[in-house]
C-alpha cells in the first residue's frame, strides 16, 4: 500500500456519498425480519377475530361462526397471497397444518425466488434516505481529504481526543481509502476532491476545519484553493511534503502547513544524535502512552501565576490569538482568556490529577 492515499486529482469525475454499513450480524438481520413478519401475523389474525362476527366460513352451518382457527387460517392464506382452490382443508388440524407448515413454505420459496431483488431495491432506498438524513444532520464537522497514511492517524488522534466518528467526512477517489473508511467506521464522499461538486457533497461549505493530506503538493494546494472559496472561515490544515511549497500553501490560504519530509528527517536526525532524544520526541507523538502535547484552558486558580510555576509543563501561552512561548515577558503572569499549550502524562496519574478533568472553575473572558 502506498505511504499516502491516491491522487486526489485522478479519479471519478462525478462525486457519491457512501456511508458505513452498520456492523450487524446477519442472523440478527434475519431474526428482525422474522420477528417484524410474526408481527404482522399476529396483529393481522387479531383484527380477524375481534371482528369475527362479519366472517363466515362456507364449510360450517350458517349460525357456526368463526373462531380463533380460522382467523389463523384466513389471515395466513390471504397475507401470503394464496387464496382458495378446489381442494381446501376443512378439519381444523388440517387448517392448522395448513397455517403453521405450507404456509411458512410457500412463503420460503418466494423468498428464494425474489428475496435478491428486493434486497436490492430496499438497500438502495435506504441508502438514499441515509444520506439524506446525515446531510440534514452535518454541521461544524472535519472534512479530511485524502486517507493515506496520515490521513489515517490525523483521523485517529481526533477520534482518540474525543472527536465522534460520525462528523468526519473522508473525501477520496481510490477504491482502498473507501473501503478503509468504512472499515473504520467513516463517512466517504468518493471523488476529485479539487472540484467544487465533490467538495460541496462533502459539506465543506459548514464544516469546521478541513484536513488535507494527499501526497502531492499541487493536488494539496488546488484543493485548498477550492476549500477556502467555498468555505472562507473554515480552518485548513495542509500536508507540504517539501519545504519550499509551505509559503504557497500559505498563500493558497491554508492556516497551518505541516512539512511531513521535513519532520521526519529532523527526527531521524535527532534520534541519530541523541537516541533517548528521540524517544522523547517519539513519545511525544505517540497517544496514549507516556507524554502528550495538548490545549488546555486556564483555571481560575492559576491567573495571575507565571506559566513556570503550574503543575503542567507548560511550554506556550495562547493570548488574544497569538501563540507566546513561556518565557515571553508578554505572558509573564497568566490573565483570563489564556490558554495553555502543555506537556502532562498522557493519563491522568492518582498522584498527579490532570488540572482541569475535575470540574475546576476556568478562568474564561466572560467570568
Not at 4 to 17: E, H, I, K, L, Y
Not at 64 to 88: E, P, R
Not at 200 to 209: I, L, T
Not at 344 to 356: Q, T
Amino acid at each position: 500500500m502506498p505511504d499516502d492515499s491516491s491522487d486526489s486529482t485522478q479519479g471519478p469525475s462525478r462525486a457519491s456519498v457512501s456511508l458505513p454499513d452498520p456492523n450487524r450480524s446477519p442472523w440478527w438481520e434475519l431474526g428482525r425480519r422474522l420477528l417484524l413478519a410474526v408481527a404482522i401475523l399476529v396483529f393481522t389474525i387479531a383484527i380477524v377475530y375481534l371482528d369475527r362476527h362479519a366472517y363466515r366460513d362456507a364449510n360450517d352451518p350458517p349460525l357456526y361462526g368463526v373462531d380463533l382457527v380460522d382467523s389463523i387460517y384466513y389471515t395466513t392464506v390471504t397475507l401470503s397471497t394464496t387464496g382458495y382452490g378446489d381442494i381446501a382443508p376443512v378439519s381444523a388440524h388440517a387448517r392448522m397444518i395448513n397455517a403453521f407448515v405450507i404456509t411458512p413454505l410457500r412463503i420460503a420459496f418466494l423468498v428464494l425466488l425474489i428475496g435478491t431483488t428486493l434486497e436490492v431495491l430496499a438497500s438502495q432506498g435506504r441508502e438514499m434516505f441515509r444520506v439524506a438524513r446525515w446531510r440534514k444532520k452535518m454541521s461544524d464537522h472535519v472534512v479530511v481529504i485524502g486517507y493515506g497514511t496520515k490521513g489515517r492517524a490525523a483521523v485517529d488522534t481526533l477520534v482518540n481526543n474525543g472527536h465522534d466518528r460520525e462528523a468526519i467526512v473522508v473525501v477520496d477517489p481510490g477504491a482502498g481509502a473507501l473501503q478503509e473508511a468504512h472499515a473504520d467506521g467513516l463517512a466517504v464522499v468518493t471523488g476529485d476532491a479539487t472540484r467544487q461538486d465533490v467538495l460541496r457533497r462533502a459539506g465543506v461549505s459548514d464544516a469546521k476545519q478541513v484536513i488535507i493530506t494527499t501526497n502531492r503538493d499541487d493536488s494539496n494546494v488546488l484543493a485548498t484553493l477550492t476549500v477556502r472559496q467555498l468555505n472562507p472561515d473554515v480552518w485548513i490544515v495542509a500536508a507540504a511534503r517539501e519545504q519550499e511549497n509551505v509559503a504557497l500553501m500559505r498563500q493558497s490560504g491554508a492556516d497551518s502547513v505541516i512539512t511531513s519530509s521535513d519532520a521526519v528527517g529532523r527526527l531521524l536526525g535527532l534520534s541519530s544524535l541523541s537516541p533517548t532524544l528521540g524517544q522523547v520526541m517519539e513519545d511525544l507523538l505517540t497517544y496514549g502512552e507516556g507524554l502528550e502535547v495538548a490545549e488546555r484552558a486556564l483555571l481560575v486558580s492559576e491567573v495571575g501565576r507565571p506559566p513556570q510555576s503550574l503543575p503542567d509543563q507548560v511550554i506556550a501561552v495562547v493570548r488574544d490569538e497569538k501563540v507566546y512561548r513561556y518565557f515571553d515577558p508578554v505572558v509573564t503572569l497568566l490573565a483570563r482568556g489564556d490558554r495553555l499549550i502543555v506537556v502532562r502524562p498522557a493519563r491522568e496519574l492518582p498522584w498527579a490529577p490532570r488540572p482541569g478533568t475535575h470540574n475546576e472553575d476556568l478562568a474564561s473572558e466572560e467570568d
